[in-house]
């Protein structure tokens, strides 16, 4: 007889993620106080990486409309990399994504204070769960040393455990957004 693992492993806690979010109704949520708060008394986080949701994911389009001072940056899947673009019309990219147009102005990645990370899982020591191919990984390993990774996720995606690997890089804060 096997004894079933309790325990999922990377493999399966992607999938179960990707069921969950696919799942949930489309739903805009309101400004997230709490990241608008934290980011509002740091003004030195000029420019900020975000990102278009797809479904399922935190939507932060009323927290980047309430911060106007910023300047919003968002990725254009290029081949295996991301690149950063002022936002302006957003049009569907790659995996449906809405991404600036080709022609928005490219931002250097070292010129990014801060991203917003999207993924599947965070857990409490910063861990982050992508979808896989490793896009996030390698932006962040060229970022400025002091640039700040900050995960954003809805409250059920926080896991104990995302079977972080040594070139998962971590994030210095996770915002969990209570649904
Ligand atoms: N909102 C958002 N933007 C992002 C990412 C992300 O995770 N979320 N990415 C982070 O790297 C990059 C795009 N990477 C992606 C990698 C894989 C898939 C993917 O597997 N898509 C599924 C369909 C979506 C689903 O899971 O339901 C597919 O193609 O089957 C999508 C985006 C850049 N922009
Ligand atoms: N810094 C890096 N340089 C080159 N390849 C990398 C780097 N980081 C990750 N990869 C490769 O990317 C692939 C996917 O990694 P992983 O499963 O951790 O992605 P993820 O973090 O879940 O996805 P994403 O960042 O796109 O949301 C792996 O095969 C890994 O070898």
Redesign the pocket.
């Known amino acids: 007889m096997t004894i079933p693992d309790p325990a999922p492993t990377?493999h399966e806690l992607?999938s179960r993620m990707r069921q969950l979010l696919r799942a949930r109704a489309p739903s805009a949520p309101g400004v997230f106080t709490e990241l608008r708060e934290w980011l509002s008394v740091r003004p030195e986080l000029q420019t900020i990486a975000v990102y278009s949701p797809l479904p399922g994911e935190v939507d932060l389009s009323a927290t980047i409309a309430a911060l106007p001072e910023v300047r919003w940056v968002y990725p254009r899947v290029a081949g295996e990399h991301l690149s950063f673009h002022m936002g302006g019309d957003l049009v569907p990219g790659s995996f449906g994504i809405l991404e600036p147009a080709e022609n928005a102005g490219e931002i250097p990645v070292l010129e990014i204070d801060a991203f917003l990370?999207?993924?599947?899982a965070f857990d409490k020591r910063g861990g982050?769960?992508?979808?896989?191919?490793?896009?996030?990984?390698?932006?962040?390993?060229?970022a400025r040393p002091d640039s700040l990774n900050i995960g954003v996720c809805h409250d059920f995606q926080m896991v104990d455990d995302t079977f972080s690997?040594p070139?998962?890089?971590f994030m210095d804060k996770v915002f969990e957004y209570r649904t």
């Open positions: 990377k992607r990370c999207p993924g599947l982050r769960l992508g979808r896989g191919r490793g896009f996030y990984d390698r932006v962040l390993a060229n690997e070139h998962d890089v």
